[in-house]
């Protein structure tokens, strides 16, 4: 999908790759809605990328409703859902905070499949629309310390896994970037973990993994959304295992074309969701 004149709905917009996924955006010609919890940061995004500022925490129970109404009202349907808002949890299993866990997996997980559940409606009767899941390599396979936040990823992928195999026969699109290391405050505190860091610190040395750019990272997602990509891997080193590992759903794929699905099915019944 190209992105120009595009309406796309970005969460986490104020954070180390939302702000480069938000400039990169602007650049290619898109119309911003932009969510976060932080006003003043995000109003300030807004300001810089002629976005407009959707203020709003995705770990409550109503937030995704309100911001999706929010920004339709300012700038018409959405085009483009894309789900950026994260947070790591950074502790073993056994000692980790549980109000923690609780709140990872609404905003890794929870808040993705609940604003696309309620986008999709719309994208499919205008017959136009595009899912993009910022996930991580996390969810391929994690280290110690990672454990809350590897599974709230791997649950984020194989979601937009599902998700793309019930929209097969429709023109809507879905984009999953697993991504690496981001040089990012995330990192940052993940240093502060001696077994997460020592295990980073090996993968950079052997040169399985590499510390991405913020604006690398964002160029990636964005250029996949606009060659209509199903996955985008980052680094390139590490895309061999993220494919490794979703070998499997490949394969369902193969199993399920030419079964037609029940959003297709309707899609046509409908006159709808024909128009590219």
Do not use: C, W
């Not at 190209?2 to 309406?7: G, M, S, Y």
């Not at 480069?20 to 932009?34: D, E, F, P, Q, W």
């Not at 700038?75 to 502790?91: R, S």
């Not at 993940?190 to 295990?199: L, N, R, S, V």
Request: no cysteine.
């Amino acid at each position: 999908m190209l992105l120009r004149d595009r309406h796309v709905l970005l969460t986490g917009a104020t954070g180390t790759i939302g702000s480069a996924l938000a400039a990169a955006l602007a650049g290619r010609g898109a119309r911003l809605s932009l969510v976060a919890r932080g006003e003043e940061a995000l109003h300030g995004l807004a300001h810089r990328t002629g976005g407009v500022a959707v203020p709003g925490d995705l770990t409550l129970a109503d937030t995704p409703a309100s911001v999706l109404a929010a920004a339709e009202a300012a700038l018409g349907p959405v085009d483009v859902v894309l789900h950026n808002a994260g947070v790591e949890v950074l502790d073993e299993l056994a000692d980790v905070d549980l109000e923690a866990v609780r709140q990872a997996v609404l905003l890794n997980l929870v808040a993705p499949l609940v604003l696309t559940r309620l986008a999709l409606p719309s994208m499919l009767r205008r017959g136009r629309g595009h899912v993009v899941a910022v996930s991580s390599l996390a969810g391929v396979a994690t280290f110690p310390g990672l454990a809350v936040y590897g599974a709230s990823k791997a649950g984020l992928t194989h979601a937009m896994a599902g998700l793309r195999a019930e929209l097969r026969g429709t023109p809507l699109r879905v984009t999953t970037a697993e991504l690496g290391p981001v040089d990012s405050p995330m990192m940052g505190r993940i240093g502060t973990h001696p077994p997460t860091a020592a295990a980073f610190a090996r993968a950079l040395r052997l040169h399985v993994l590499r510390t991405l750019d913020p604006e690398e990272a964002a160029s990636a997602v964005v250029t996949a959304v606009e060659r209509d990509r199903p996955h985008v891997r980052r680094p390139r080193r590490a895309a061999p295992l993220a494919a490794v590992a979703g070998a499997p759903r490949t394969l369902v794929r193969a199993v399920l074309t030419g079964i037609p699905t029940a959003t297709a099915a309707r899609a046509v019944d409908d006159g709808q969701g024909l128009r590219r």
